[in-house]
């Protein structure tokens, strides 16, 4: 069995690319059952966020259960293969180890010691189990990355300052328009990251917020959370055109898979002459390109954050180096676990053996006893003789899994193979699952 990972990034592929692969949480289910199906990948994990999609997979042939994922991310994309393949990277064992980690303690985002995607690659890990996409091998190993990604954020700095998409957002916003106070902001959606964005709006001076969204419930919600800071204006999104058209910058973050605003739209509202600016940081993209047409018009995506964060990185380096050290020490307690998983045949054969013998015997000697006595004190000698040989296989079983060095453990289990007949290889592949 192996790991890989196939995905993409905001360092492989643009926006536009990004969007025709993004994988919405109501669509998981339906993309793990396809890619199960497939007979080359047993387990899959799929984290999709606004700057990456990336699958990862547990296969027993690699190369064909990586071709399996490419087909499918073909097909969902519609994009053709030759098209695909020059965004898409693809890592194996040790190195998908870890990636996972890296995006876990955020090392690996747009801004770098990012903390929102730790919850993410939490949530992955949530949906991934309740859809049966994940077996005890990915279970494993995402529980490894969140634990990385927790060591790093409380034993570094590295997050400290604007360290979100959100923040690296409104900082773009202060550079386009330094006094944010005598700006009038829409946001378009109630979620996390427009919670986000309001609060670091306010904490730039920001006092003219308009919320817009389709459930007004969200809105109130949202706007329980700052209400000793600032007043939230809040609007159905079948009013977005007339808030738009008195709004100096506009935010979009919602979960739309079409462009909710376009040239024809804005221009139907907005004024001769009229400046407005867009910072979309939705994957699929909220807004469509060609309002860039308009003349007064200015509109940012995701990946013109970059020059924004660019700033923020250098002095996040070093703290990033030290990140890595820990990281090493995650990875390593994983390959030991992994390493250890090659004894579960070995183990699972013996124990087995073991427990037909007891069954045998204890068959025998409950005849002997009488049907009286045996029914008086089954589940008492049943419980010794189960005891017994739990403690007989106990130490052996530790050492064999705790044995750090591959050939002793290997000739140790080939000891056991030769003393008590075992064949392992008759295991089912089921121990994996």
Known sequence: MNIAVVGLSHKTAPVEIREKLSIPEAQTQSAIAQLTSYPHIDEVAILSTCN?????????????????????????????????????????????????????????????????????VKNTHKVCQQ??????????????????????????????GAVSISSAAVELAQMKVPNLAASRVAILGAGKMSRLLVQHLISKGANQIAILNRSMQRCE?????????????????????QVIASSDLVFTST??????????KLEAVLEPNRSLMLFDISVPRNVDADVNELSNVHAFNVDDLKAVVAQNQESRRQMAKEAEGLLEEEVEAFDVWWRSLETVSTISCLRDKMETIRAQELEKALSRLGTEFAEKHQEVIEAL?????????????VQLRAQQDIEARRKAMQTLHTLFNLNPEAQSKEQYS
């Open 385 to 397: 003789t189960r005891g017994i040989i739990n403690k007989i296989l106990h130490d052996p079983m």
């Open 52 to 120: 990456r999609l990336e699958i990862y997979i547990v296969t027993d042939e690699t190369e064909q259960g990586i071709s399996e994922v490419r087909q499918y991310l073909c097909d969902y994309s519609r994009l053709p293969v030759n098209d695909l393949r020059k965004h898409l990277f693809m890592l194996l064992h040790e190195d998908a180890v870890m990636h996972l980690m890296r995006v876990a303690a955020g090392l690996d985002s747009l801004v770098l010691g990012e903390g929102q995607i730790l919850a993410q």
């Open 221 to 241: 919600e949202l706007a329980n959370k700052f209400a000793d800071e600032v007043q939230l204006q809040l609007h159905p999104l079948s009013e977005m055109m």
């Open 255 to 264: 979960s739309a898979t079409e462009p909710l605003l376009n040239r024809a």
């Open 131 to 160: 859809y049966k996409g994940v077996g005890r091998i990915l279970n494993r190993l995402l529980n490894q990355a969140i634990t990385a990604g927790k060591r790093v954020r409380t034993e570094t700095s590295i997050g400290t």
